[in-house]
């Protein structure tokens, strides 16, 4: 997938857990894994996305921004 670059100049990584709910910013449509089987993630429907933060994948209801579901350090 790349280089992660954070939405915001200076930020740092913190460890997510679920429940934690995230600016818009960190989940928008370009932090977005379009194809999971690629990366063998189950697939997820309705307002939930995978989504690439730093080196962890965050599962995330792109309607409110709650984390449900993570998995650290899967882009090693």
Do not use: A, C
Not at 9 to 25: A, E, K, T, W
Not at 40 to 66: A, F, H, K, Q, S
């Amino acid at each position: 997938m790349g280089r992660y670059y954070s939405p915001y100049r200076g930020y740092r990584y913190s460890r997510i857990s679920v429940g934690f709910f995230l600016d818009n910013l960190f989940y928008s449509n370009r932090y977005w894994i379009n194809d999971p089987w690629t990366y063998r993630l189950p697939e997820v429907y309705g307002p939930y996305r995978w989504v690439r933060y730093y080196d962890d994948v965050l599962l995330v209801n792109i309607y409110t921004g709650e984390v449900v579901d993570t998995i650290h350090d899967f882009f090693w």
